[in-house]
């Protein structure tokens, strides 16, 4: 039966979940955030996930009308601040991806604060991608070893990256079907499904629903068998 410790998630269709109830797109990343909260503590209820990482902003996001960015900026500093209690409670581990250079002295420090509260909880790992792009997280690597004397090899690449997990399951909400720039090294050989639920719709039930297709799925890895 095929291991599952790592799951990489596209959390799309806010926006659009917002708009088919006439509602502000505020309000479907409100909802969202709700989501993430109830896919989280199911997978720390899980005994075979150990990392669960979330597409929370992108280096592109960056081009959305700036009162939406400035929206997912005080979101995102709410949304850890209020779920801190939550990691302890449920062992999880907070592990940021991506370049956090970007956001205000006040969120790296609220996203340093949960990262450091929860250093010490050995359950799930709850990794949120923000300000995260996979071709900027590898360049900001290759620049890191550049200097190395010798050929950079694939492990010490690995290593430098953000994310050094394999995702064994990537799961991309809203009905469409690409990668978006979201660890592309790590899902090498990922296996992929895609849903038309929008990310504030989905659910435990439809995750677990994708984990029994996942089991049954044969991974080859480029062999036979």
């Not at 989280?40 to 990482?53: G, P, S, V, Y």
């Not at 250079?101 to 006040?106: E, H, I, L, N």
Request: charged content about 30%.
């Amino acid at each position: 039966m095929n291991q599952l410790s790592h799951i990489a998630i596209i959390m799309d269709g806010n926006g659009r979940w917002a708009e088919l109830r006439n509602k502000k797109r505020s309000s479907g990343h409100e909802a969202g955030a709700k989501t993430v909260r109830e896919i989280t503590e199911f997978c720390a209820t899980h005994e075979e996930i150990h990392r669960l990482t979330l597409y929370a902003f992108s280096t592109e996001n960056w081009k959305r009308p700036r009162l939406e960015v400035e929206f997912l900026m005080k979101l995102l500093d709410k949304y850890i601040k209020q779920e801190l209690e939550n990691y302890l409670k449920h062992n999880i581990r907070f592990e940021p991806i991506g370049d956090l250079r970007a956001f205000s002295k006040q969120l790296r420090e609220t996203i340093e604060m949960a990262k450091e509260k929860t250093a010490h909880c050995d359950g799930l790992v709850q990794s949120l991608a923000l300000n995260y792009g996979s071709h900027d997280e590898i360049l900001r690597t290759v620049n890191l070893l550049k200097n190395n004397e010798g050929d950079i090899t694939k492990e010490m690449l690995e290593n430098a990256l953000d994310c050094k997990a394999d995702v064994d399951l990537l799961i991309r909400t809203g009905g469409d079907q690409r990668l978006s720039n979201f660890l592309l090294w790590q899902v090498a050989y990922a296996e992929l499904f895609f849903t038309d639920t929008l990310w504030p719709d989905f659910n435990a039930k439809e995750l677990e629903k994708i984990i029994k297709k996942f089991k049954k799925v044969e991974r080859r890895f480029g062999g036979l068998k």
